[in-house]
């Protein structure tokens, strides 16, 4: 059974998933918490296996909980629910070392394969609803990128604006985005949102 702890300051929200989630047999809904504080002092009186937080609360935000959490729980599975669907609070999340990021759009099944897949260790990353492709035809798609369009990347990956990436790899802004550019076509992605998606999918970040 994976017992979760729901993080939301909303009550019709945590009454709507508790519902959702009571359909599934394999978790429960053990507690509520309606600020970070309040998750935090849960977390430290009792142990669950995963906690579903919301990125957006009144006080200390779901990011600024997750770097609390992650100083005194590091392997504690942590999903990150949010009403935004910009790149960048993907890459919050994911530089705060969060196991999973997911729209509130997002489809219940959805939802409910990425409760599992973290409680299992694994990680999931979904900005705007989008879900993982199929089983991939051939080698994985970064492998046909260059060294330098691979290590923009990562960099893109890690939340690094393009100027930040020039200044870091002595490269103009333009020729980043060349090079982002011939990446996204090589790996038939169409945003930075993607491409972090594709970096949790096919393990080439923690």
Excluded: C, W
């Amino acid at each position: 059974m994976i017992e979760l702890l729901v993080v939301d300051d909303h009550a019709i929200f945590r009454a709507g998933l508790r519902r959702l989630l009571s359909d599934e047999a394999d978790m429960r809904v053990v507690a509520e918490a309606t600020s970070g504080q309040e998750a935090i002092e849960m977390i430290r009186d009792r142990r669950f296996d995963v906690v579903v937080l919301d990125i957006n609360m009144k006080g200390r935000s779901g990011l600024d909980t997750l770097v609390a959490v992650r100083a005194e729980f590091p392997r504690l599975p942590v999903l990150m629910l949010s009403m935004y669907i910009e790149p960048q609070y993907m890459q919050m999340a994911l530089r705060a070392n969060a196991n999973a990021y997911l729209s509130k759009d997002t489809h219940p099944a959805e939802l409910t394969s990425a409760i599992r897949r973290v409680a299992a260790g694994g990680h999931h990353m979904s900005g705007n609803g989008l879900t993982g492709t199929g089983p991939d035809e051939g080698p994985p798609a970064h492998e046909s990128l260059s060294q330098r369009e691979r290590h923009i990347m990562m960099k893109i990956v890690s939340g690094h604006s393009l100027t930040e990436i020039g200044v870091q790899m002595s490269l103009s802004v333009k020729t980043v985005s060349t090079y982002r550019s011939r990446l996204l076509t090589k790996m038939g992605l169409t945003s930075n949102a993607e491409v972090v998606q594709y970096a949790m999918r096919n393990g080439l970040i923690d």
